[in-house]
């Protein structure tokens, strides 16, 4: 009976010993991972200092000048992708086609101007068809004309009394 009792204790005790070593190393290695940023920071600092020396012409060790003329590259190349991103930035989106003879928007299939029935220069894109917004067809060509068009886009002919 005394020997389970013992058993028993020497275990809980090896519970409580092996918990507080897993706090103690959490924490230690807390401790050392602070340590090496530290490190970091410091060198870092110290990449700094180097840099403005060789900017200033006071860096003549090989190997810090070809570590620097590496920054130099570097720091071209993020000039140009920061120019990048500013460009995509400004991008705008394309205007819509319209007419060169009375500004008006028409669409990429017009082969004729609706408004004022000029002929358009058609694009080498593929036609999209027309939306089935249109409810008219024309009564020369028999093409479906957009509501309100004065002029038939596909032929030219003059749709409106
Ligand atoms: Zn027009
Ligand atoms: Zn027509």
């Known amino acids: 009976m005394a020997g389970i009792m013992k058993k028993l204790r020497n275990e809980t005790e090896r519970a409580k010993f092996e918990a507080a070593r897993a706090l103690r190393l959490q924490r230690e290695q807390g401790k050392l991972g ?38 130099r590259a570097t720091q071209q190349e993020i000039v140009t992708q920061e120019q990048g991103i500013e460009a995509i930035k400004q991008e705008q989106p394309p205007e819509p086609p319209s007419c060169p003879q009375c500004g008006r928007e028409v669409s990429s299939s017009d082969a004729f101007c609706p408004g004022c029935g000029v002929a358009i220069a058609l694009s080498a894109t593929p036609l999209p068809a027309i939306n089935n917004t249109s409810t008219q067809s024309c009564p020369q060509c028999r093409k479906p004309v957009r509501v309100g068009a ?3 886009p596909a032929c030219g002919a003059r749709l409106t009394a």
Do not use: M, P
């Not at 340590?35 to 810090?64: C, F, I, M, P």
């Open 34 to 71: 602070q340590l090496q940023n530290q490190r970091k920071d410091h060198v870092s600092a110290l990449g700094e200092a180097v840099w403005e020396l060789y900017q200033a012409g006071q860096v003549t060790d090989a190997r810090l000048v070809s570590i620097c003329t590496q920054i």
């Open 150 to 152: 004065a002029f038939c």
